[in-house]
């Protein structure tokens, strides 16, 4: 490893030594979450995509920079034979994994499944980021109970994270709220339940993101723009980076009495009527 390389490791080193998978991992939020535990000291991760081979290599080049090893693994997670696969490549190629963040969830905004109509959007939605996202789950949990067991000399409690939205509990009118409103408060409700089931061996938690500025957010309209910076109490769009802060801050091998939590990252709700201005 060239002097060059070390020298970009930050100080801090929370996830040293680090097993890291990172699910949906070739753009945006899953990006960014691989590359803040590699900055923090992951010794190995898994690179998760489901076609844009291009962007996990470019997260795997960023991770690799760090002097992280990389390991780039495809995986359609709407089908729940390959969600399995996903789960045996994992421990295969990591040998045990101390970190596992579900983060990937179906475009339908922007990709061709944004052409679906509602009823199949739902549908997408449901399978990828609920129900197989669930499987997978149960397929880590049990790994990671196994492993608990045999990997010796660590009493650290591995972890999974997931990925809600801030506005599933409440609402959001429209067919987005509709879509995402049902699947995200499921995801955080099973997120909940797992915890409560696996504690104290693995730890389990959620980080709802609100308006995050993804390809969604960098291509839409001057209004759905206004309204997120305004519902923000800190007036700006969140960035991917935003939310890997925060996973990566309940993720954190050495945070063993934080499970059962969800946090939000959405610069906080803006409750006031006239959202920016007024005393
Ligand atoms: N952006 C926001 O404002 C926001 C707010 C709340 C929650 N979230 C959640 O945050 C997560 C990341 O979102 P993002 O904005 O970063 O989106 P993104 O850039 O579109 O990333 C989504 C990731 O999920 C993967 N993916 C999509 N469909 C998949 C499938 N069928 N099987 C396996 N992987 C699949 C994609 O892989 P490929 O591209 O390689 O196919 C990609 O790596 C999602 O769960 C999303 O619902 C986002």
Redesign the pocket.
């Known amino acids: 490893m060239s002097k060059n390389v070390v020298s970009k490791k930050p100080d801090s080193s929370e996830f040293r030594g680090a097993r890291v998978v990172v699910?949906?991992?070739?753009?945006?939020?899953?990006q960014a979450i691989a590359v803040r535990t590699a900055n923090s000291g992951a010794s190995s991760v898994l690179v998760h995509?489901?076609?844009?081979r291009e962007?996990?290599e470019q997260t795997a080049e960023m991770l690799r920079q760090q002097g992280t090893e990389v390991f780039l693994t495809s995986?359609?997670?709407?089908d729940p034979d390959q969600a399995e696969q996903l789960v045996d490549a994992a421990w295969n190629q990591l040998g045990h994994v101390t970190t596992w963040v579900n983060?990937?969830?179906?475009?339908v905004l922007t990709s061709k499944s944004a052409e679906l109509d509602f009823q199949s959007k739902l549908r997408l939605l449901l399978e990828?980021?609920l129900v197989n996202t669930i499987g997978l789950s149960r397929l880590v949990a049990d790994r990671m109970l196994k492993q608990t067991a045999a990997v010796s000399g660590s009493n650290v409690p591995p972890s999974m994270t997931f990925?809600g939205?801030d506005q599933a509990p409440a609402g959001m009118e429209g067919d987005a709220g509709q879509m995402f409103g049902p699947v995200?408060a499921a995801v955080m409700a099973y997120a909940n339940s797992l915890a409560q089931t696996l504690s104290p061996h693995v730890r389990v938690n959620t980080v709802a993101?609100g308006?995050?500025q993804?390809?969604?957010?960098q291509s839409t309209s001057e209004y759905w723009n206004q309204r997120a910076r305004s519902q923000s109490l800190m007036a700006r769009w969140g960035t991917?980076q935003d939310v890997a802060r925060a996973v990566c801050f309940l993720a954190a091998p050495g945070n063993t009495f934080c499970t059962g939590q969800t946090l939000n990252v959405n610069g906080g709700w803006n409750r006031r009527p006239d959202h920016l201005g007024g005393d």
Do not use: C, E, F, M
């Open positions: 699910t949906g991992a070739s753009s945006g939020i899953g995509y489901r076609k844009n962007g996990a995986a359609d997670l709407s983060n990937a969830g179906a475009d990828v980021d990925i939205w995200k993101p308006w995050i993804t390809a969604w957010g991917p």
